[in-house]
């Protein structure tokens, strides 16, 4: 491409391989390398853990859809007995005995992050139960979507 020219024929590129380590090289980037690996597998075990702690929550919602296919009391029945079995076991036996059916709800929305039962709903489902009086389809499906929302949602605190 350009023309020889012998003034510059001594002239030449060495080369040079420069060899560079991806690991670090002094102790302060090892201490920041393991200061982040200890930090991601505190993660990792904090979600692994918080998976294996909402377990319940899974099975609930399966049986909870495996409700759909049952007739209209059934399904009420079967999502008011399943609520009832999530909150035995996050809470405890002794402490959802001591609720009265007066009280569920209001129990119920106070664990939730916001009421998920409103007061016209609970008499309905209380005229339900106790007076034989059916719900109609959408409020069973609204009392079905709030059942799903309360498991998803609820909030286990220590006591």
């Known amino acids: 491409m350009f023309p020889e020219h012998s003034a510059l024929d001594p002239f030449y590129e060495p080369s040079i391989e420069v060899v560079v380590s991806l690991w670090p090289q002094t102790w ?13 597998a505190r993660s990792i075990w904090r979600r692994g853990l918080r998976w294996w702690q909402d377990r319940y929550r899974r099975e609930a919602l399966v049986r909870l859809l495996a409700f759909e296919s049952l007739p209209a009391d059934d399904r009420f029945l079967r999502s008011h007995e399943l609520l009832k079995i999530v909150a035995t076991h996050c809470y405890g036996r002794t402490r959802i005995v ?8 209001r129990f119920l929305n106070a664990n939730a992050p916001q009421p998920l039962f409103d007061p016209a709903l609970v008499v309905d489902i209380y005229a339900a139960l106790y007076q034989e009086r059916p719900l109609t389809e959408t409020q069973l499906s609204t009392y079905s979507r709030q059942c799903r929302a309360w498991i998803l949602e609820h909030q286990v605190r220590e006591s």
């Open 28 to 40: 302060l980037w090892w201490l920041v390398l393991a200061v982040l690996m200890a930090f991601f």
């Open 98 to 105: 001591s609720i009265d059916e007066a009280q569920w709800y």
